[in-house]
């Protein structure tokens, strides 16, 4: 089955700092991959679809500047968290489309704190 | 707009205790309804795809239904290690991929 690993599953970082989160399909190649947010008992919200090759879709109200999403390769996606702040900290996701019918797999996720 | 309703927002049921969760929605032409589970701190873990009204899928004790307007997943004689969060999520045709996802049905099962 399709896999996507996701890293690193948690960090702590200093406010003002920048953070990547690397989203990798292991087993499949993903020409599209998306970001979802999860606050604390609230469900996923996307932030932004990524294009391999070409530049991220963002969803409205997300910062461009401040979430930058770069997939190089068919396999590969990062996340970086520019400028960190606390209200930064959060749960993100990453998922890809593998095996057609078998909908979207994600990532464990990586749990963000922002100090 | 897309929009994914789940109730109950959390359920609590003895071990063997069948019942049934349920997902709403409105989207401008199903293309597929997903069902995932999620335990705390983790990414969601796939469960079915529906596709079109009338369509059952089962695994384990679970089984999936779709209708033109709602999703039900039935849970059947479930176990504690059932016990995890349930999301329903919809993506509409068209080429844009999103997915909209629900808030979920938190299932606590107690042995």
């Known amino acids: 089955g399709a896999v996507v690993s996701q890293h690193p599953s948690w960090v702590i970082c200093k406010s003002g700092t920048s953070v990547k989160i690397e989203c990798r399909s292991l087993?499949?190649?993903?020409?599209?991959m998306f970001w979802y947010r999860q606050f604390p008992k609230q469900s996923l919200m996307l932030m932004a679809t990524?294009?391999?090759?070409?530049?991220?879709?963002?969803e409205q109200g997300v910062e461009k500047d401040k979430f930058l999403i770069n997939h190089a390769s068919l396999t590969l996606s990062t996340l970086t968290v520019t400028s960190a702040h606390p209200e930064d900290s959060s749960f993100y996701i990453c998922?890809?489309?593998?095996?057609?019918?078998?909908?979207?797999?994600f990532g464990s996720g990586t749990r963000l704190t922002v100090v | 707009e897309d929009q994914v309703t789940q109730s109950p927002e959390a359920l609590r049921l003895q071990e063997g205790e069948s019942s049934s969760l349920n997902c709403s929605y409105t989207?401008?032409?199903?293309?597929?309804l997903f069902w995932y589970r999620q335990d705390p701190g983790k990414g969601p873990e796939f469960l079915f795809t529906?596709?079109?009204a009338g369509e059952e899928k089962e695994k384990e004790r679970l089984k999936a239904t779709l209708t033109k307007k709602e999703s039900f997943l039935h849970i059947t004689a479930p176990k504690p290690e059932d016990s995890a969060t349930y999301l329903c999520?919809?993506?509409?045709?068209?080429?844009?991929?999103?997915?909209?996802f629900g808030t979920g049905t938190k299932l606590q099962v107690i042995p």
């Open positions: 998922s890809a489309s593998g095996d057609v019918g078998y909908g979207y797999t």
């Open positions: 989207v401008s032409g199903l293309r597929g």
């Open positions: 529906l596709y079109s």
């Open positions: 999520a919809v993506q509409a045709k068209g080429g844009y991929q999103k997915v909209t």
């Open positions: 990524s294009n391999e090759g070409s530049k991220a879709t963002y």
């Open positions: 087993d499949f190649q993903a020409t599209t």
